[in-house]
T-cell receptor, first 114, second 112 residues
């Protein structure tokens, strides 16, 4: 049972570099989410998607972009990395908007911008 | 008022103790509720859903009070392995999408 898989697990970037955080799920979930969690803080929603081809902004979308071309994949793109984007990034998925479906999380990507 | 609030703690309790956490939410139309646990530097994991009538899973009991807009988590006979951050999660299911809100978490340390 793979569930939600995130790659890479760790990455160090230089300021101004770009990268894509990969997220894939094999549970045929409609909903997918990207969160960031700064040290000692709670989860903040960056972007979410309710299905292939549909994405929307969360609480902290600036500096990020997403796409959802398939049900399985939901990559997160950082175009111009900034030190403020140093964080742990979690991808999650859930079955639908039925209201009582919990989210399943990937292991996280630990990103440092230097 | 924040959408979902929790006492950040930390709660430091001895092994075997009973500890309770509360979580308040601001939207009375919220429809479903969960408790997650998050170990240090790990991903959040579902602990249990919270049902209207209250529910129990082993040493853990969750309750919902819609009138006062809070949910609670009770842990009996605390174990060292219960040390973690407990996240309250509220789902404001909309007509077109779910708005899932994570609380900031309550830190629990169970001490030998």
């Amino acid at each position: 049972n793979a569930g939600v898989t995130q790659t890479p697990k760790f990455r160090i970037l230089k300021i101004g570099q770009s990268m894509t955080l990969q997220c894939t799920q094999d549970m045929n979930h409609n909903y997918m989410y990207w969160y960031r969690q700064d040290p000692g803080m709670g989860l903040k929603l960056i972007y979410y998607s309710v299905g292939a081809g549909i994405t929307d902004k969360g609480e902290v979308p600036n500096g990020y972009n997403v796409s959802r071309s398939t049900t399985e994949d939901f990559p997160l793109r950082l175009e111009l990395a900034a030190p403020s984007q140093t964080s742990v990034y979690f991808c999650a998925s859930s079955y639908s908007g039925a209201g009582n479906q919990p989210q399943h999380f990937g292991d996280g990507t630990r990103l440092s911008i230097l | 008022r924040k959408e979902v609030e929790q006492d950040p703690g930390p709660f430091n309790v001895p092994e075997g103790a009973t500890v309770a956490f509360n979580c308040t939410y601001s939207n009375s139309a919220s429809q479903s509720f969960f408790w997650y646990r998050q170990d240090c530097r790990k991903e959040p994991k579902l602990l249990m859903s919270v049902y209207s009538s209250g529910n129990e899973d082993g040493r853990f009991t969750a309750q919902l009070n819609r009138a006062s807009q809070y949910i609670s988590l009770l842990i009996r006979d605390s174990k060292l392995s219960d040390s973690a951050t407990y996240l309250c999660v509220v789902n404001e299911a909309k007509t077109s999408y779910d708005k899932v809100i994570f609380g900031p978490g309550t830190s629990l340390s169970v001490i030998p």
